[in-house]
């Protein structure tokens, strides 16, 4: 299946300041395919290290780290040759040897017209083991499909091209087909192997089984993270941030009988595994919003709504049911969906306004920057919905950008109260998201 990443593979591919690429995400996202495929279909050859199933190509990196002499060696072990602008150097779960990711910049030094890329799904917890190339690497991020890249994967490539265009376009029977299509991913979710399931069997109950084979292999990977944290605090707060979506994270609320400190290490755990996200509140005053984000004041999201549905374990055959997407799980999944599509089209960065007063607390549930201006965003059932908040902040901000209402409903103007209200389906395309 194609993945929008690919156009920032080629981009990295040809660009002349390149340097090593380590591409991070949670297990499962799609990395070492999409990497494989970005090998075997831009260059002559694909070099494959992998560092998790194979460990004695570990001991390549045991004495002198110079990238001639991996190169070297490494043609032998995997009796290919390795030709600088023909040849993909693959190096896959390099976090299992913390010196492969030291090595890298040697690779950039010594060997710059040579592509390497690198995978790792746990590399943060490497990272503290490893002495890390500062400035002589990239980064890029895989999340799991979003709504668009699902749309093509079933084989709708007309729905995405209706979800990423202007939403004044859509007519109502289109309008209803792409929020049809929404709810049903609200269940899937962006998992590839989830997507695959139901792109083979059109079966929900054969998807929800591969989620709940994902959320098992999560619990398994728990065990990677101790000594540091308790496995069974972290277990318990994975499966109450899946219930605790858009609401404001206390970390007593999170699970019973562990001390605070010791919940913190586990959601700050979860965070580094990529299966968590932590949602800042920010001052929306001024550019950039991270230097403003709040310590104590956040929110969560987990890595893909699907995985969601599967950890809160809720009724399916009674939120499945409901009409209004908006009513799905109190809302919660309406917003953990547009969170997930503005992590990608938002570049990883994502905020969101609370103000804290005794007499009225406001709260307004993202913000988007797009052209230099901060855009406050609502995940509301539409006009009968209150607003009550988003009108305190136009009032507070106004230098603010046009506010951004995502609803159940067609797209709708309102210029004079400087608020435009968007489908669901558009979030992508609304907050800076482009198709390739």
Not at 49 to 55: A, G, H, Q, S, Y
Not at 150 to 172: K, Q, W
Not at 312 to 318: H, I, N, T
Not at 379 to 405: E, I, N, R, W
Request: charged share 25%; proline share 6%.
């Amino acid at each position: 299946m194609r993945r929008f990443i690919d156009e920032e593979l080629r981009k990295w591919k040809e660009g002349t300041r390149r340097k090593p690429l380590i591409l991070r995400g949670a297990r499962q996202v799609g990395k070492t395919w999409s990497l494989k495929e970005f090998g075997k279909n831009k260059f002559e050859s694909l070099a494959l290290v992998d560092l998790e199933r194979n460990p004695p190509l570990r001991r390549l990196f045991d004495g002198d780290l110079g990238a001639a002499r991996i190169c070297a060696d490494l043609e032998v072990l995997l009796r290919q040759k390795i030709t600088p602008g023909k040849t993909l150097l693959f190096f896959d779960e390099i976090q299992a040897c913390p010196r492969a990711i030291t090595a890298l910049r040697y690779f950039y030094e010594e060997m710059p017209d040579l592509h390497v890329v690198a995978a790792g799904s746990l590399l943060e917890f490497a990272l503290k083991d490893a002495s890390f190339p500062v400035g002589r690497i990239q980064f890029l991020n895989l999340y799991p499909l979003c709504f668009a890249e699902y749309l093509e994967a079933i084989g709708n490539a007309p729905a995405t091209a209706a979800v990423c265009g202007n939403p004044r376009d859509i007519t109502p029977a289109v309008h209803e087909l792409l929020r049809d299509e929404l709810k049903r991913y609200f269940f899937i979710g962006g998992m590839p192997a989830a997507v695959n399931a139901y792109r083979e069997s059109s079966s929900l109950h054969d998807t929800f089984e591969v989620q709940g084979e994902i959320v098992e292999s999560y619990r398994m990977d728990f065990a990677k993270y101790t000594p540091q944290v308790d496995r069974y605090c972290l277990d318990s707060v994975f499966t109450s941030l899946a219930q605790r979506v858009g609401q404001q994270i206390k970390y007593a609320r999170l699970g019973e009988g562990y001390a605070n400190p010791t919940l913190k290490k586990a959601f700050e755990a979860l965070c580094l595994a990529h299966v968590a996200r932590r949602i800042p509140s920010a001052d929306p005053s001024g550019l950039p919003l991270g230097a403003s984000a709040s310590a104590k004041i956040f929110k969560a999201l987990l890595l893909d709504v699907g995985l969601m549905r599967s950890l809160a374990a809720m009724p399916d055959d009674v939120e499945y049911g409901r009409s209004d997407l908006l009513a799905i799980y109190r809302g919660a999944m309406a917003e953990q969906f547009v969170g997930q599509e503005m992590l990608i089209s938002q570049n990883g960065s994502l905020y969101y306004w609370d103000r804290q007063a005794k007499s009225s607390s406001a709260e307004v549930d993202y913000l988007a920057v797009m052209d230099g201006r901060i855009h406050p965003l609502e995940v509301k059932s539409g006009a009968t919905g209150s607003l009550k908040s988003l009108h305190l902040f136009l009032a507070a901000y106004p230098d603010c950008g046009q506010a951004m209402v995502f609803s159940d409903r067609p797209y709708a103007d309102l210029p004079k109260q400087k608020i435009t209200f968007l489908p669901l389906y558009s979030v992508f395309a609304a907050t800076g998201g482009a198709v390739p």
